[in-house]
């Protein structure tokens, strides 16, 4: 079975410019998670989405970040204009939801910005 | 410059020995819990989960022990092998949807 998808795997830019992110989740996930993970802060939480819908997006750190889930299979992040600060792999996860809460992660977009 | 960052705890265990993981959470209104596994350049990877009605929860090789009172959540795992090294995450879940992830204890397997 094919796992969260995620990509570009690795993204370097440069300060100022846009980046996208994308995530295909499990088929049959309803809910999907944006995670960002440096030395610094760990593993935290940027938003989250329920069939579709933003739930949680306190954790998105200014206005330069934004995520989308246009339907069931896709999410992007965005970021504009990208900041060396921004620099950190970002992580999508999927979880069935409801009471079954268990988060499956991708890869990872390991993301540079010099 | 002094280097600033999350510092994390550490284990050093002989192959073939028990390990055990500790971890401490802060909202006593969490509902459930769950370890994580991160190996190298990949994302975390569900080991085990435990909801609070329970005290303890056994998996292979894996066992979770949940103390509500004190707040703590520890992960024993039996006969440790090199494969089991790796960053291991507790994640509590403390509103619907939404879990938090504590700071990691890297284990390392020593042949």
Redesign the interface.
Known sequence: DAGVIQSPRHEVTEMGQEVTLRCKPISGHNSLFWYRQTMMRGLELLIYFNNNVPIDDSGMPEDRFSAKMPNASFSTLKIQPSEPRDSAVYFCASSLGGSVEKLFFGSGTQLSVL | GES???HLPTLSVQEGDNSIINCAYSNSASD?F?W?KQES??????II?IRSNMDKRQGQRVTVLLNKTVKHLSLQIAATQPGDSAVY?C?E?T?A????????TTLTVKP
């Not at chain 2, 350049?41 to 569900?46: I, L, N, S, T, V």
């Not at chain 2, 949807?97 to 990691?104: A, H, L, Q, R, V």
Request: overall charge positive; proline content about 4%; cysteine-free.
């Open positions: 600033v960052g999350l459930y769950i994580y350049g990949k994302g975390p990877q569900f989960d995450f994640a879940r509103n949807g939404k879990s938090t992830f504590g700071d990691g």
